[in-house]
């Protein structure tokens, strides 16, 4: 396993991909640099590219990969499906290349546009307007926690041919004297065309909640670029363990139900549509293999674990509460104050 460690030309010291610059940055010296810089600068200084043992731990049924940390030496030991990690000891951060090569090489990414404080600091204002949130889910200990990942996704543009036609009808209902009528009225309806649905994402992660996801991975409208690996610098990175093929299926249904959603907003002014046509086909155009941003904070209260995220792009935000049973039985016990004390005063008042 070769691993990357972007250096800092001025001082030797790390690079970290900065969201707000979009450019590489040193914490040490301050310095910062573009991405065609840090790759000349690469390239002049490469060293013999070694080779680290890896040693899949025996007594462990998942595989796991160590490795000693190009910085400090020490040994880091990583998920097998790990791309982008950070040395556990030095905190430097290290980019695992195999994981990024060949199959598992991403076409596209989409870098993070927000970084670790409006990370934080959404994070906060969430949890803040939240009643009953245990204190120590907003300590700096806690938010220290939030960790920046890029999740592998497949991204397909699906071609749909719409041809919907049948008879839309209106009702209406009205009285005349005492009786009561309904009209109906036909209008002959019809959706013909063809479109591309562009960049319809599917999560290609086992290891991480669909579900959870799903509510915040929306990124239609952000930017792909071409992959470098700078971008995963100072971030975690995750490459794919769901095979292409398998995911393809669910690209498409998620066109098509996006292209019967549009048919149905189109027919939504009649009250009933009988279709005579209905034809929605879908094809895949390409399917590409995609790196996307995603903040993570995993928190445990009671032995439970609740998860907040975030879309690394638009802020876009989903997250569980765990509710602190203390300040809630405190809070009760106020209501039950006043409530004894307005029925006191009620009873006062009455005598
Ligand atoms: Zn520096
Ligand atoms: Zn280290």
């Known amino acids: 396993m070769s691993l990357l460690n972007y250096k800092c030309p001025s001082c030797g010291a790390s690079i970290n991909y900065d969201p707000n610059l979009d450019k590489g940055a040193?914490?040490?010296c301050g310095n910062v640099f573009t991405l065609e810089e840090l790759e000349d600068y690469a390239k002049n200084n490469e060293k013999e590219e070694k080779d680290i043992k890896t040693s899949?731990?025996?007594?462990?049924?998942e595989e796991i990969l160590s490795y000693s940390c190009d910085n400090c030496g020490a040994e880091v030991v990583s998920n097998a499906t790990t791309s982008a990690t950070f040395c556990y000891y030095c905190h430097s951060p290290v980019i695992l290349t195999k994981q990024l090569q060949g199959d598992f090489k991403p076409d596209y990414i989409v870098p993070f546009a927000i970084d670790k404080k409006k990370a934080q600091e959404t994070f906060l204002n969430w949890a803040k307007s939240k009643p009953y949130v245990p204190r120590s889910f907003t300590e700096a200990s806690q938010l220290e926690k939030i960790t920046g990942m890029y999740l592998p996704y497949w991204m397909g543009d699906a071609k749909t041919h719409v041809n919907v036609q049948g008879i839309g009808t209106k009702t209406?209902?009205?009285t005349r004297g005492d009786t009561e009528y309904t009209e109906y009225r036909d209008y002959p309806i019809t959706a013909h065309g063809d479109f591309t649905i562009e960049k319809i994402p599917e999560l290609a992660f086992t290891q991480i909640d669909r579900d959870l996801v799903k509510s915040v991975d929306d990124f239609s409208n952000a930017e792909l670029r071409d992959f470098n690996?700078?971008?995963l610098s100072g971030f975690f990175s995750e490459r794919y363990d769901i095979e292409k093929e398998k995911a393809e299926k669910s690209i498409i249904d998620q066109a098509k139900n996006y292209a019967?959603?549009?048919?149905k907003g189109q027919f939504s002014g009649y009250d009933n549509v009988?279709?005579?046509?209905d034809e929605i086909n879908t094809e895949l155009e390409k399917?590409?293999?995609v790196l996307l941003p995603t903040w993570v904070l995993t928190y445990n209260y009671l032995g439970k674990n609740y998860v907040y995220m975030l879309n690394g792009v638009n802020g876009m935000a989903y997250g569980e509460l765990p509710v602190d049973q203390k300040k809630l039985a405190l809070r009760s016990g106020i209501i039950f104050l006043i409530i004894l004390a307005l029925l006191l005063l009620g009873g006062k008042f009455i005598w």
């Open 26 to 28: 040193c914490d040490y």
């Open 56 to 61: 899949p731990e025996e007594d462990n049924q």
């Open 172 to 174: 209406s209902v009205y």
């Open 229 to 231: 690996m700078l971008y």
């Open 260 to 263: 019967q959603n549009f048919v």
């Open 274 to 277: 009988k279709k005579d046509v």
């Open 287 to 289: 399917v590409s293999y």
